[in-house]
């Protein structure tokens, strides 16, 4: 069990538990982010488990995609971005100077809201990550790469027979499932979903969902979502957001059901955002 | 006489002008009903009326009995008057001069426009027509597929082949020197550089964009041949003084900005999601930029190399002043070869008589040579076209 | 997988850094082509700007100028016998050909113009500087061959040699550093001997100017020698012309002036004389021609096309036109000009009308493309507000939109003229490429304009015409520079971003 840590947020009584049953993956500590001159992520610090969903919920512009963003250094592409404080992956500080932003990215995958398939081939897609980190040593290798990633993502039986097509020409749910398969391809160990599906209709969601359940056996999942329900259905520990700030973190029946913040009560009741 | 009957066509316009407005500010008073139009609007009426009526009937009589013709001018006043006085006549309260006139601005507006549609036919007639009356004396078969070119020898020879090598030639040295130069510089400019370097960056390049491609032309003939020649001698090689590398390697530099430009349009039109896609698996920026945005830019820089290519092709200057005349078939780069455009340029300098076959032979390649271009400028625009909707 | 090999990851890393090189090298390349093609044409260019002249007591001489007719006088005559008085040793009839050629064809030319003026002066001596030659000019810049002046630092004797052919020279002088040796000239006052031969402390020479009898010495300090980097045959200058011309340098006659010539004359065959302002001439009138046809037309088919045109097969046809025309080589609209305006038309060869016509359709597709542009960032916003108030729709475009849209359309418009400023191809298909001395006066005048004087200079062998062409692309450059920088300055200070 991880030394209990000062948080300042509140926490459920239950979380413990759920802490206890896995381990860390992802730990952060006093984190801020400040875009220019405007702070975006106000002091952070938070758990998130291993081998679980944890959701990111809170109204538009609380800073849930930015620290989301922040975890997998995709900030670092933006110039006006600055990061300070600590953020931890298994033990490793991914904002110390020495390590490598490249593995980083292997290790920590990124689903994007909008579906962004190279305009390439349905297995070049999958097969691009594997090939830069020279994953395979042949051919043969990295078909069964490509075979796998696409069986775990869902989408193996739907597109087995037209490999060599362009993935945009995929439906939107199929396309983020091939993003979902290409980010798998690389054997993350954190799969980061920013607003996975707010761009899908409802059976495309459905399925995506699913997929997420499956997923979460073997990976670390963090997701951004909009929808109260779907945080609902899809994790087991719910952060809330506001204004940059983490309000309340915690299993996510009793975030449901009985928060303990009265802004988080407000958010889930519908009062804004 | 012409000038004097455009002189006169305006001052009946004016007269009409100042005539149909107080025509209509006198009815506007006498009657006791608005006028539809303002009076201004009456006089525009009859100014453009005697305007083109004067000018139309001056262009015929300029045609039907030549520009020096005294009776120009008099016709001009002739078509002005003939035109002004039936609308005249119209003039009432109700009349809606301002529609009537704004239809006349209209027709004048798309006859503007229709000067494109006037200039293509025209290149296309002039030059199509004296390279029929050329093929009336030298057979297509033997100038598409002639190999020997002396216009001026006895006899004289049409063989296009050896103009299209020598063409093909410096174009092929120009688009391996600005295709690699242009492309890096645009994907450094749009991937690497900060605003600050590319605010002086992209002025440079609009600079070498701007130079006159006489001055080129001097450079490549003042330091580029003889720096070519002296080089390749003294490593044993024969270099002719006007080699078809010195002028392709300018005529390269001067594509460079086109290139340039265009890649980085092309480039920054790939959208942001594509990189972060790549960023987030954990590629590199350059492997980002090689197996992702360049090969969904494809298309756009294909066509930019069409273009450039058209350009090349085109170019008159730089070849007349570095390349030579003389009609070689070869391949090396270091001999001297002749271009569609320096035998043009050639042939029409001077006082020839026009309907010789030497001359003639100019305007059949002037219609290989649009030919050529219009078909590269039609193919570069369809792969555009085509390939758009890829991440619409 | 959590471990990914070191090697290929700084092997990736070192691929990254590889190809940012590459970029910024292609940059650097460019960059360095244009510092030379600046630099070899600024330095081609700058003696250009300057001139050399000799200053001369002329004697107008009245039996050769006639106050009644004094344009008709021998100017040039009268300018020689000044020079004749100043250098008197020219002894036979090719010397005396060599001394007149020292000065320019039209070195009376100034006097001329100075008695026209004043009639008055006819029979007095007149002191002025007279133009001296292309090759002198360049003797005296150092760019025809280079020029070693040394001072004699020890003594040489000299003796007329055995046979009473040529002369001897012995001494400290002829050994000691510098020495002297073969094709030196040795000059003392207004003596002047060649050195044909060096052996052993004894130099041989033979007498350019006569040597007076008594000259037996020359003693350090009152001799200089000349040496050459290249043998006279290979020199437009020979030994005689450039000591007489070392001469008037030392007796200070010699004068450089700015070449204000460069801009006030026009063409000439000689290239001491030769000019601009007729290509300036001739290119202001064209360009002013295809200014008056391009930007009315393209501003009216850019109006009707962007806000006029219904949606049919005539407007696509237009539409196509114009982007062909746009990319269609220019010599092709050269030879569009031949055939039809010169051939058809008969319009007159190589005159500014012609010209103007040809560069007007040259241009014509950038400016409307500019100039729709320019019409479509106007918000649709504006053309509402006017129909509101019940303007027809070529009352709000004419009104409201056309003004809003004039700084964009004055840039693209600016823009293209600079392009036809600097034309050369289709202007030589409509016989611009005569020599034409006269400065053109009309439209109809036969002309030049300056991208084609560069072109027609540059094929001249002269050295001199080398440094005119090079000074007249510093013009041409200069004059694309500031419409540039005023498209430049206009777009930024009017152009508002809707």
Redo the contacts between chains.
């Keep these: 069990m991880n030394a209990a840590v000062p948080y300042q947020t509140v926490v459920t009584p239950a979380s413990p538990r759920i802490m206890a049953e896995r381990p860390m993956k992802i730990t952060a500590r006093g984190v801020d982010v400040y875009y220019g001159d405007k702070h975006a992520i106000n002091q952070l610090s938070i758990d998130i488990p291993d081998r679980a969903v944890s959701a990111f919920i809170g109204p538009s512009g609380c800073g849930k995609s930015t620290f989301l963003r922040a975890i ?1 250094r ?1 900030n670092d ?1 933006i110039p006006s971005c600055r990061v300070t404080g600590d953020i931890v992956i ?1 033990g490793d500080d991914i904002y110390d100077s020495k390590l ?8 920590v ?2 689903v ?1 809201q ?1 579906p ?5 081939a349905i297995y070049e897609n999958v097969a ?2 594997p090939r ?4 395979a040593k042949n051919k043969a290798e990295l078909d069964v790469i490509v075979e796998q990633s696409l069986r775990k993502a869902g989408l193996w039986e739907e597109v087995k027979d037209r490999l060599a097509h362009p993935g ?1 020409g995929l439906s939107g749910g199929q396309q983020q499932r091939l ?1 979902i398969a ?2 798998i391809a ?2 993350p ?1 954190v799969i980061l979903m920013d607003e996975p599906c707010s761009a899908l209709d409802p059976i495309a969601t459905a399925k995506i969902e699913e997929l997420i359940d499956e997923l979460r056996q073997n990976y670390c999942i963090v997701i951004v979502t909009h929808s109260m329900q779907q945080a609902a259905r899809v994790s087991q520990l719910t952060a809330f957001f506001h204004l940059g700030t983490l309000v309340e973190y915690g299993d996510t029946d009793e975030m449901f059901t009985a928060p303990q913040e009265k802004r988080t009560q407000d958010y889930i009741t519908g009062r804004f955002g | 006489m012409f000038l004097w009957a455009i002189v006169l066509a305006v001052l009946m316009a004016s007269g009409a002008f100042l005539a149909g407005r107080r025509h209509a500010l006198a009815l506007a008073v006498a009657g006791e009903a608005r006028l539809h139009s303002l009076p201004s609007y009456h006089g525009l009426l009859l100014g453009a009326a005697a305007l083109i009526g004067g000018l139309a009937l001056a262009i015929v009589a300029g045609l039907l009995l030549g520009p020096q013709s005294p009776l120009t001018p008099a016709a001009a006043v002739l078509g002005a008057v003939a035109a002004a006085i039936p609308l005249y006549r119209r003039s009432s309260v109700d009349f809606r001069a301002r529609n009537a006139f704004e239809r006349v601005v209209m027709l004048v507006l798309l006859a503007c426009s229709a000067v494109a549609v006037l200039t293509t036919i025209g290149i296309v007639f002039s030059v199509l027509f004296e390279t029929l009356v050329f093929f009336r004396s030298v057979s297509p078969i033997e100038f598409l597929f002639g190999l020997h070119w002396s216009p001026t020898g006895t006899p004289p020879s049409f063989g296009f082949v050896p103009l299209l090598a020598g063409t093909f030639l410096i174009t092929l040295i120009a688009i391996l020197v600005a295709g690699p130069l242009g492309l890096l510089s645009a994907i450094y400019m749009a991937e690497y550089a900060g605003s600050q370097l590319r605010g002086v960056l992209k002025p440079l390049l609009e600079i070498l964009a701007g130079i006159p491609t006489v001055v080129l032309g001097f450079f490549a003939a003042l330091l580029v041949a003889p720096l070519i020649r002296g080089t390749g001698e003294s490593m044993g090689l024969a270099v002719a003084s006007e080699s078809a590398l010195a002028a392709g390697l300018v005529m390269g530099m001067m594509i460079v900005p086109l290139i340039s430009s265009l890649s980085d349009d092309i480039i920054n039109a790939v959208p942001q999601s594509l990189r972060d896609g790549s960023y987030a698996l954990g590629a590199t920026k350059s492997e980002t930029i090689r197996r992702v945005v360049i090969p969904a830019a494809l298309p756009g820089i294909v066509s930019a190399f069409m273009l450039a290519i058209s350009r090349a092709v085109g170019e008159t200057m730089i070849v007349v002043m570095a390349a030579g005349l003389a009609a070689n078939l070869t391949a090396n780069p270091l001999a001297a070869v002749t271009t569609i455009t320096v035998q043009i340029a050639t042939l029409l300098v001077g006082d020839q008589e026009f309907d010789s076959p030497k001359t003639l032979s100019a305007f059949a390649l002037g219609f290989v040579l649009f030919f050529f271009t219009l078909i590269l400028n039609y193919i570069a625009l369809r792969i555009v076209q085509k390939y758009r909707e890829q991440y619409d | 997988m959590t471990e990914l090999r070191e090697s290929l990851i700084r092997k990736r890393y070192a691929a990254e850094r590889r190809f940012r090189i590459y970029g910024a090298s292609a940059l650097v390349l460019t960059a360095v082509f244009l510092a030379l093609l600046l630099a070899s044409i600024i330095s081609q260019a700058v003696p250009a700007f300057t001139e050399k002249t000799v200053v001369l007591d002329v004697m107008i001489d009245p039996a050769e100028a006639d106050p009644a007719n004094p344009a008709a006088g021998n100017y040039d005559g009268m300018v020689k016998a000044a020079l004749k008085q100043v250098l008197p040793d020219a002894r036979n009839r090719a010397e005396r050909k060599a001394l007149n050629g020292l000065l320019s064809s039209g070195a009376g030319d100034e006097l001329r113009r100075m008695v026209i003026a004043d009639p008055a002066l006819i029979g007095q001596t007149v002191t002025l500087p007279v133009l001296l030659s292309a090759d002198a000019t360049l003797y005296l810049k150092g760019l025809q061959a280079r020029v070693a002046v040394s001072a004699g630092a020890a003594p040489v004797a000299i003796a007329p040699a055995e046979g009473g052919e040529g002369l001897i020279l012995t001494g400290p002088g002829v050994s000691t550093e510098p020495g002297l040796s073969p094709g030196q000239i040795v000059m003392s006052g207004s003596a002047a001997l060649r050195i044909t031969a060096v052996e052993s402390g004894t130099a041989s020479a033979e007498a350019l100017t006569p040597i007076d009898a008594s000259l037996s010495a020359l003693t350090p300090g009152t001799w200089k020698t000349l040496s050459f980097s290249a043998p006279e045959a290979d020199r437009r200058t020979s030994d005689l012309q450039a000591t007489w011309l070392e001469q008037l340098k030392d007796a200070g006659r010699i004068e450089t002036g700015f070449a204000w010539r460069f801009f006030t004359a026009g063409d000439s065959r000689e290239p001491e004389l030769a000019g601009i302002r007729g290509a300036l001439v001739g290119s202001l009138l064209t360009v002013a021609v295809a200014l008056a046809l391009a930007l009315p037309l393209g501003v009216a088919a850019a109006i009707y096309l962007e806000q006029f045109a219904p949606k049919n097969r005539l407007t696509d046809l237009i539409e196509v036109n114009i982007n062909n025309l746009a990319a269609v080589p220019s010599i092709i609209f050269g030879l569009l000009g031949l055939a039809v305006f010169l051939n058809f038309f008969g319009m007159p060869r190589s005159a500014p009308v012609v010209g103007g016509l040809v560069l007007a359709l040259l241009v014509l597709p950038t400016i409307i493309i500019a100039s729709r542009a320019a019409l479509k960032a106007v918000p649709p916003s504006i053309t509402e507000a006017a129909l509101g108030v019940g303007a027809s729709h070529q009352q709000a475009v004419f009104h409201h939109v056309l003004p809003l849209a004039l700084p964009g359309i004055m840039t693209g418009t600016i823009l293209g003229l600079a392009r036809a400023f600097g034309e050369t191809a289709p202007l030589l298909m409509i016989g611009m490429v005569a020599f034409i001395a006269d400065v053109p006066h009309g439209f109809t005048d036969a002309a030049t304009v300056l991208p084609v004087q560069v072109f027609l200079w540059s094929d001249l062998p002269e050295l001199a015409f080398k440094n005119k062409t090079a000074a007249a692309i510093i013009v041409l450059l200069a004059v694309l520079f500031v419409l540039n920088a005023a498209a430049i300055y206009l777009r930024r200070r009017f152009e508002r971003r809707w």
């Design positions: 997998n995709m592409t298994d490598d932003v490249v593995q980083l990215r292997a290790r995958g990124m994007f909008k962004n398939p190279f305009p390439k691009y990550g830069i980190h020279g994953m945009t993003c290409r980010a690389v054997n160990e």
